[in-house]
Nanobody
């Protein structure tokens, strides 16, 4: 049974930082590309960062380039999202997702497994 569990969310002031983690179990982690998808109320779930199975390639949405960094530790079955210079517009529930190929996908429908999400709130 595949499980993804996010952690690290919380309340932070604008300009602050948070590091999200997503621990995976029940899958051969290195065979899955991973992505982070925030979803704000009333908005679609959209990728902000994704990483290949081997960690050698990454993708970032324009809105987070230079502020967010995705990484993974395949020995720990964990993917991370370091978020710096946070803005109120980054407020959302952040979901991690696993894609059953090693290459990056940017659409939610390309990902098979999802975590329950972790709330990130950025105050102004």
């Amino acid at each position: 049974q595949v499980q993804l569990v996010e952690s690290g969310g919380g309340l932070v002031q604008a300009g602050g930082s948070l590091r999200l983690s997503c621990a995976a179990s029940g899958l051969t982690f290195s065979k899955y590309a991973m992505g982070w998808f925030p979803q704000a109320p009333g908005k679609e779930r959209e990728v902000v960062a994704a990483i290949t199975g081997d960690g050698n390639s990454t993708y970032y949405a324009d809105s987070v380039k230079g502020r967010f960094t995705i990484s993974r530790d395949n020995a720990k079955n964990t993917v991370y999202l370091q978020m710096n210079s946070l803005k109120p517009g980054d407020t959302a529930v952040y979901y991690c997702a696993a894609r059953l190929v090693t290459t990056i996908g940017v659409l939610p429908g390309q990902y098979r497994y999802w975590g329950p999400g972790t709330q990130v709130t950025v105050s102004s």
